[in-house]
């Protein structure tokens, strides 16, 4: 649990040898441990893997679009 109360959970990943050989060479070489790296890996791209995701849902089912004609209408310009 960290100090603020929040309870940590844990993930296991699997990992191809050579992948799972480079992360051992950074953290030993760094100090840190893999599941820093880890951590840091998912942190830097899960916000780019959840607009991805956003965007291809939003391409499945389009909304509607307005003209700048229509957008000048409706707000009486």
Known sequence: MYSDGSIITMLVIRLD??????????AKKTGRTKTF?????????????????L???RLRRPAKTYSAED??????L
């Open 17 to 26: 040898p050579d992948t799972e050989s480079r992360l051992e060479r950074l």
């Open 37 to 53: 790296y880890a951590r840091e890996a998912i942190l830097e791209h899960l916000e780019d893997l959840e607009d991805i995701y």
């Open 55 to 57: 965007a291809r849902q």
């Open 71 to 76: 957008v000048k209408r409706e707000l009486g």
